[in-house]
């Protein structure tokens, strides 16, 4: 499974970024899919967790209520909707898919995109 994630960059303080993720070469509806991110010098955290037909998501408190995972299974996308964004919502976030149980652990992922790098400035 390759991951490709974009629509990172730089926002203001309470406002609103959109980032996507292009998956390829596995059915896309039989992979659960994820959002971590990894803040400078600290460990890469859960953000987001879709599950395969989309009806079922999960979210780590601290996004709870500004962030909303979607997923196109006809696109092979899943979405990451940021709002309200917060100066401790800087790091790199990174998709990635897993064929397993849905989960909020990262070790139950297999497949990781490259990051793309996300910048809120106060």
């Known amino acids: 499974v390759q991951l490709q994630a974009s629509g990172g960059g730089l926002v203001q303080a309470g406002g609103s970024l959109r980032l996507s993720c292009a998956a390829s070469g596995r059915t896309f509806s039989n992979l659960n899919m994820g959002w971590f991110r990894q803040a400078p010098g600290k460990e890469r955290e859960f953000v987001a967790a879709?599950?395969?037909?989309?009806?079922?998501?999960d979210y780590t408190d601290s996004v709870k209520d500004r962030f909303t995972i979607s997923r196109d299974n006809a696109k092979n996308t899943v979405t990451l909707q940021m709002n309200s964004v917060k100066p401790e919502d800087t790091a790199v976030y990174y998709c990635a898919a897993q064929g397993g149980n849905y989960s909020r652990v990262k070790r139950e992922y297999a497949y990781w995109g490259q990051g793309t790098l996300v910048t809120v400035s106060s």
């Open positions: 879709i599950s395969r037909s989309g009806l079922s998501s």
